[in-house]
């Protein structure tokens, strides 16, 4: 999660995986409590196993660890993920806003130049209009598709 996403692809999935993690961290630290247990109870029984200095040290590790862990999250969270998602929802606003405007000045730029009549516009000349236009429209379809993934993670109707 620390890693800069460099496209919205790969931000959507960090924030994908942060709000999965983030929903399960009271099932996860619930988890401590048993394993403690579990330990403290061999420890009472003074059972001795292979291993156990080891596993005393890393026992010993849990709870700081765990409380580590939640700072690293929250620090990737605020110093990324964040950070990114503001840098990427306004450069999506304003390609949107330009897009916007291509449109309209492509639809203003139709309107004017367009065969409206028989009689004055050359077909040959008016064909090749349409299917300009035609492609401009294909074109800007295919730019919208490609808003569509960051209407929805920047949330913006």
């Not at 399960?24 to 061999?42: C, G, H, T, V, Y």
């Amino acid at each position: 999660l620390r890693t800069v996403p460099r496209n919205r692809k790969q931000l959507k999935n960090n924030l994908d995986e942060y709000r999965n993690v983030v929903s399960r961290m009271q099932e996860l630290e619930n988890k401590i409590a048993p394993i403690e247990a579990r330990f403290s109870f061999l420890k009472d029984k003074e059972y001795s196993y292979e291993g156990e200095e080891e596993m005393d040290a890393k026992l010993t590790q849990l709870r700081p660890t765990w409380a580590e862990f939640q700072v690293n999250l929250d620090e990737a969270y605020t110093n990324v993920l964040k950070k990114e998602y503001n840098k990427m929802k306004s450069d999506m606003e304003t390609s949107l806003e330009e897009f916007d405007k291509e449109i309209n000045d492509s639809k203003d730029t139709f309107d004017k130049h367009a065969p409206k009549s028989i009689e004055k516009t050359d077909t040959t000349k008016a064909k090749s209009l349409i299917h300009e236009y035609k492609e401009i429209i294909k074109s800007c379809r295919e730019r919208e598709e490609d808003f569509k993934e960051g209407l929805v993670i920047f949330e913006i109707e």
